[in-house]
Structure formats: C-alpha cells, structure tokens
C-alpha cells in the first residue's frame, strides 16, 4: 500500500479495518469448498467478496460526512445483501451441475489470475489522509474483479438460475465503477495506477 509520509490517527483506524476486511475476504475466496460444479464454485467464491463490500462500506460510513460516497456505500450494501440472499437461494440446485474436467480446470485457473490481481489492486491501493478517495480506490478494483470473475462464468455451461445473477452483479458494479470515476474526478482525488488499472 502506498502511504502518505504522515496520516491522522482517524485515516489509520480507517485503513487498518479495510486491511483486516481485505485479509479476511482473501481467506474466504481462496479457502472456499470447490466441487466439480463451476456454478457452485462461483456462488461460494463470490459470497465472501460480496460479504466484504459490505464491510469496506459498513467502514467507511463511520467516518464519511459526504453525502455521494454515503449513497454509493448504502447503495453497495443493499445491492449485495440482495446478491448474497438470491445466491443462498441457489446454491443447493446449482450445486448438482457437474462440468467437465477441461472446463473446470480452464475456470478455475482463470477465475484465480482474477483473484490474484484483484488482490494485489486491493492490497496496493493508493492510500491519503482523504478517506473518501481511499475507499473508492479499494472498491474500484474490488468491484472489477467482480466482474470479470461473472463474465469468465458466462463462458461456461451454469446453471440457469445464476445467469440473472450473474447480469445483475456486471450491471451494478460497471455502474458503481463509473459513479466512483466520476466522483473521483469531482474531488480531484488524482488517478491511481496499479499493475494495468488507471483509474481516475
């Protein structure tokens, strides 16, 4: 993570909870139960990354006071409470389709590069005495990885309840990601380079 040569005691509380959630998040989606079944292993990856949006929101809103990173936390929070429920939901009937050696295989080693440099995004995001501008530069890559892990899932035989939930997951996170760009931009947080991202 890069730091600024001084930060306030308010900002170290702020990033050393994003960094136990980061931590967290990691062991869930690296440590989860896969089976032969890539719709399973997606539901079960992807609740704990969902579960950790939640949190890096439930974080920031103890210090925020701005009005637009607040809509866009509470926004965050309803949109994958509703995801997790609606996967729980599935899970046990997605569960029972089986794919093929060759395509779990080819999944699976696409669906960790994902992880990986989502991780690495997460883990090295630029960091300021502006807590607002460090958040959106955690969620940006976070909400990213989500969704190229969705779009590698379309490429593979799922079970049919998960495509909606697969489209509403891209859908929301493309549109997160512009809503952060922008306010980036109006706060002139500056731009974040991070092994191929350049957001701004």
């Known amino acids: 993570m890069n730091r600024p040569s001084r930060i306030s005691n308010v900002t170290k509380d702020y990033l050393q909870e994003f960094h136990c959630i980061l931590e967290e ?49 509470t926004g965050i929070i309803e949109e994958q409470s509703k995801s997790i429920q609606d996967m ?45 501008c460090n958040f959106m530069w955690e969620m940006i890559p976070h909400h990213k ?7 590698t899932t379309q490429a593979y035989p799922i079970c049919p309840e998960l495509e909606p939930i697969l489209n509403s997951i891209i859908v929301s996170q493309r549109r997160g990601i512009r809503q952060m760009q922008e306010l980036l931009q109006r706060m002139q947080c500056g731009g974040n380079r991070q092994r191929g991202f350049w957001f701004m």
């Open 25 to 73: 998040m990691i062991e869930g989606m690296t440590s989860a139960e896969l089976t032969d079944s890539i719709s399973h292993n997606f539901i079960v990856q992807m609740i704990p990354h969902h579960k950790a949006a939640i949190k890096m929101c439930k974080n920031i809103l103890r210090f925020t006071t701005n009005l637009a990173i607040q809509d866009i936390a």
């Open 88 to 132: 729980e939901e599935i899970l046990c009937c997605c569960s029972e389709d089986e794919n093929s050696p060759k395509d779990l295989e080819r999944y699976q080693s696409g669906i960790n590069n994902i992880m990986q440099h989502m991780f690495s995004a997460m883990e090295n995001a630029r960091a300021s005495n502006e807590i607002n």
């Open 145 to 151: 990885g989500a969704v190229d892990m969705c779009e």
